[in-house]
């Protein structure tokens, strides 16, 4: 086999072997396909999709969030992801 043919064939198995594992990675496993929680960040939350966190003011504080008086979460004011650890 030439020295050119196992390099088209190294390169071929790179790009697919890179294609799966980035597949994989963004792959949603959970039930109600809610991603994750960044502690102090609300972008891109639905809090129905995380009962376990949203669903108990103690772990939802120890995240920074807060529920507002509408009833809407917010990040608690002054929170700092730092002060946590």
Do not use: C
């Not at 072997?17 to 109600?32: F, H, I, K, Q, R």
């Not at 129905?48 to 509408?70: E, M, T």
């Amino acid at each position: 086999m030439s020295t050119m043919t196992k390099t088209k064939i190294a390169l071929a198995l790179a790009l697919i072997l890179g294609s799966a594992s980035t597949v994989l990675a963004a792959e949603d496993t959970s039930p109600n396909g809610g991603g994750f929680v960044t502690p102090g960040s609300l972008d891109g939350v639905n809090p129905a999709y995380h009962p376990g966190i949203f669903g108990n003011p103690a772990v939802a504080r120890s995240y920074g969030f807060v529920k507002s008086q509408q009833g809407t979460w917010e990040v608690a004011p002054g929170w700092n992801a730092h002060a946590q650890d």
